[in-house]
């Protein structure tokens, strides 16, 4: 059947479509959109090295949604043939731009400005592009200055989304689907050799954690993995450090015995109590310093010198003195601080590990560990694809981690001590 009006595009794409189940999707979108495409040319990569390419014609009623699906097309790697330079348009004002401003994806981007492709820095998700010069970088809205270059519409754009590796770390088994028909210790036999991996590169790893911790049990275990090095990192609110230091002082988490698992009497007042003494000594860090936290999370943490970032809601109590309570600035906070993280480890805290998410590129690993299925289902469809679910209880999990660094790291001592012989 022909269209009484047609509108048509030619796209490339390039890279492992097959395997990465790309190719799929390219078609998908297109019959989404209302469209039609006709595959041009596609060569088959051959090898586990060798990239396929795609060209294709696509075809759609109307000019608004060849735009659209142009644009849903941009993050599975595909884009217009034609090698023309961006657009680009002056901020009105601060904070607000052209309305067919390009959104951000998390994946490497690059534009072309003056026939050469530039690479974007810092790729994030819902973020605007800005070109200075030479160079382009991606900015969230509320950062763009009046009078600034920012690239509109969907020329002169290449995205190169992550393209699945051929089951490097067996991960392969647990990212089709989030179930709980896993044993645990075979996930985090896999998370063990990613944390090991980026070590020996010189990664970075964050830790993006919740309450959940303390009240499970896992304040032991995690305060192992600060003291063997794996923590580089520690992102969360204000509600992990005030029962950490609860649990330090009183020995309990939410008025409960962590040892009896009963409530104990009046401990109900304990987490006040624990945020008037971090306030009388006047933070986190004094009260170390003054021998007055002496164990738990926050206190291993301060003394390893490793960085962290309390970000405070509206439903903190105290807060303690180290929590940012400025939102803006604690998003600030966090984007400044995993700057350069190969991996993240989200531990049972659903707006934190969204937020943190939205801010990593999607060559950062990311592991998402909770007890509910959906946590890691939303971090999925918001678009941090590279998000590897363990849905398992938080305690049990860190046990496992710790249990099973000790022995790893055991493993590799022997062998190295073996070699010096």
């Not at 142009?70 to 993050?75: I, T």
């Not at 901020?91 to 052209?98: I, L, T």
């Not at 003494?277 to 002496?294: D, K, N, S, T, Y």
């Not at 590897?388 to 710790?402: E, K, M, W």
């Amino acid at each position: 059947m022909t269209r009484a009006t047609e509108y048509t595009e030619i796209i490339e794409a390039t890279g492992h479509l097959v395997d990465s189940q790309l190719l799929n999707a390219i078609f998908d979108k297109v019959i989404e959109r209302g469209g039609e495409f006709d595959v041009l040319q596609f060569e088959l990569g051959r090898t586990n090295e060798a990239f396929s390419h795609l060209k294709m014609k696509v075809t759609v009623s109307d000019q608004a949604g060849l735009h659209q699906l142009l644009e849903d097309l941009m993050p599975l790697g595909a884009h217009p043939a034609p090698e023309h330079d961006a657009e680009l348009r002056p901020a009105e004002v601060d904070g607000v731009v052209a309305s067919d401003f390009y959104s951000t994806t998390n994946h490497h981007t690059h534009v072309r400005h003056c026939g050469q492709w530039v690479a974007v820095s810092a790729p994030r998700m819902d973020g605007v592009i800005v070109v200075d010069g030479g160079r382009a970088s991606c900015r969230k809205l509320r950062d763009v200055r009046k009078g600034e270059q920012v690239v509109c519409g969907v020329d002169g754009i290449r995205v190169s989304p992550e393209f699945r590796e051929r089951d490097r770390f067996g991960f392969a088994f647990m990212t089709s689907d989030v179930s709980t028909e896993r044993r645990v210790e075979v996930s985090v036999a896999k998370v063990v050799t990613m944390m090991q991996h980026v070590k020996s590169e010189g990664g970075r790893i964050a830790f993006v954690a919740g309450p959940v911790v303390v009240h499970s049990g896992g304040v032991d275990y995690f305060c192992d993995l600060v003291d063997r090095g794996y923590v580089d990192l520690l992102l969360s609110g204000n509600a992990l450090a005030v029962h950490d230091v609860e649990r330090a002082l009183y020995g309990t988490s939410l008025g409960v015995d962590l040892d009896a698992g009963v409530a104990v009497k009046e401990g109900h007042r304990n987490h006040m109590r624990a945020i008037n003494v971090i306030r009388r000594a006047g933070g986190l860090r004094e009260a170390v310093a003054q021998g007055v936290l002496r164990s738990g999370i926050m206190h291993d943490v301060i003394v390893r010198n490793v960085d962290y970032v309390l970000a405070g809601s509206i439903r903190d109590d105290g807060p303690l003195p180290d929590t940012v309570m400025d939102l803006v600035n604690a998003q600030d906070r966090y984007a400044e601080a995993l700057q350069d993280v190969s991996m993240v480890v989200m531990l049972s805290t659903m707006l934190h590990s969204i937020g943190v998410g939205n801010m990593l590129p999607s060559h950062v690993r990311v592991v998402c560990v909770d007890i509910n299925p959906a946590v890691v289902t939303k971090l999925g469809d918001r678009g941090s694809s590279q998000t590897v679910g363990i849905v398992t209880d938080v305690g049990l999990f860190l046990h496992q981690l710790s249990t099973q660094l000790a022995t790893a790291d055991d493993k590799a001592a022997t062998q190295v001590a073996a070699t010096r012989l």
